[in-house]
């Protein structure tokens, strides 16, 4: 590869996420504005759409098809790319890379704000609503997959990470965020204070201790949320508010290492 070929990105949603929505004129995207930064540097963007709630294993295989169509599409089948992953997005890349065989595929995966050592908030998701409400249950009878929730429990993130060893081919990048409570939009002030007792510092959802792994880029002070460029927050409140050159930032240094 030549150090100034743009290589195509993918840019992975987390849990309850989408890729990119078009109504009409209207274009939502997951990561908002992100993606025609990128294009702005000649990068071709691939944003996949895999099931909102499924289990890591469901999503990573989803991801796995959608990448090789987008690149079979854009007429570079045997080029590499780079993902930027957010949230459960980086543990559904990390088990396509290790057990998909996608490790030949993908020059550098960027985590950012994933719980690689797992949420509390997910273990008490799963302990008060689960079998105290009987909401797995109730998904199970609506024949609804919400095993994306259970894969991100403390427990399950050690049996993940015993059994999905890092892979030599791929550069590891991970990216952590951290908000004081009172700076976190109100969603998320419950689960703040449950990952904070156990993990400490966090961005209302998964905490630096948890989102760390492979070569950690930055700590980022914003909310989960803000991460991708969504700020639910007034402006007055966002210490950090276009996410946009950070992005760009990690790309040049992620091309400055590869050459």
């Given at each position: 590869?030549?150090?100034?070929?743009?290589?195509?990105?993918?840019?992975?949603?987390?849990?309850?996420?989408?890729?990119?929505?078009?109504?009409?004129?209207?274009?939502?995207?997951?990561?908002?504005?992100i993606d025609r930064a990128l294009a702005g540097l000649g990068h071709p963007v691939i944003v996949p759409r895999v099931h909102p709630t499924?289990?890591?294993?469901?999503?990573?295989?989803?991801?796995?098809?959608?990448?090789?169509?987008?690149?079979?599409?854009?007429?570079?089948?045997?080029?590499?790319?780079?993902i930027l992953a957010h949230s459960l997005g980086g543990l559904d890349s990390r088990y396509m890379l290790t057990h998909l065989g996608m490790?030949?595929?993908?020059?550098?995966?960027?985590?950012?704000?994933?719980?690689?050592?797992?949420?509390?908030?997910?273990?008490?998701?799963?302990?008060?609503?689960?079998?105290?409400?009987?909401?797995?249950?109730?998904?199970?009878?609506?024949?609804?997959?919400?095993?994306?929730?259970?894969?991100?429990?403390?427990?399950?993130?050690?049996?993940?990470?015993?059994?999905?060893?890092?892979?030599?081919?791929?550069?590891?990048?991970?990216?952590?965020?951290?908000?004081?409570?009172?700076?976190?939009?109100?969603?998320?002030?419950?689960?703040?204070?449950?990952?904070?007792?156990?993990?400490?510092?966090?961005?209302?959802?998964?905490?630096?201790?948890?989102?760390?792994?492979?070569?950690?880029?930055?700590?980022?002070?914003?909310?989960?949320?803000?991460?991708?460029?969504?700020?639910?927050?007034?402006?007055?409140?966002?210490?950090?508010?276009?996410?946009?050159p950070r992005y760009l930032e990690i790309i040049r240094q992620i091309k400055s290492e590869m050459c």
């Amino acid at each position: 590869m030549a150090c100034g070929d743009p290589l195509p990105i993918v840019l992975h949603h987390g849990l309850f996420g989408f890729g990119e929505v078009r109504l009409g004129k209207l274009r939502l995207s997951y990561f908002h504005g992100i993606d025609r930064a990128l294009a702005g540097l000649g990068h071709p963007v691939i944003v996949p759409r895999v099931h909102p709630t499924g289990s890591i294993q469901r999503r990573a295989g989803q991801l796995k098809q959608m990448i090789l169509r987008r690149l079979e599409l854009l007429g570079r089948a045997r080029q590499r790319v780079i993902i930027l992953a957010h949230s459960l997005g980086g543990l559904d890349s990390r088990y396509m890379l290790t057990h998909l065989g996608m490790a030949d595929r993908v020059a550098a995966l960027v985590t950012i704000c994933t719980p690689h050592h797992g949420s509390p908030y997910a273990d008490w998701c799963l302990r008060n609503l689960g079998r105290r409400m009987g909401a797995w249950q109730l998904a199970r009878t609506l024949k609804l997959d919400l095993e994306g929730i259970r894969d991100l429990t403390c427990p399950s993130c050690r049996r993940f990470n015993n059994h999905t060893p890092d892979q030599t081919q791929v550069r590891y990048y991970s990216v952590s965020a951290a908000r004081p409570r009172w700076l976190v939009p109100p969603m998320f002030y419950h689960s703040h204070k449950i990952v904070g007792e156990v993990q400490g510092d966090n961005d209302g959802l998964v905490s630096v201790q948890s989102a760390c792994w492979g070569q950690h880029l930055a700590t980022w002070p914003v909310d989960h949320l803000h991460a991708v460029n969504r700020r639910l927050l007034p402006r007055a409140l966002c210490e950090a508010r276009d996410m946009m050159p950070r992005y760009l930032e990690i790309i040049r240094q992620i091309k400055s290492e590869m050459c």
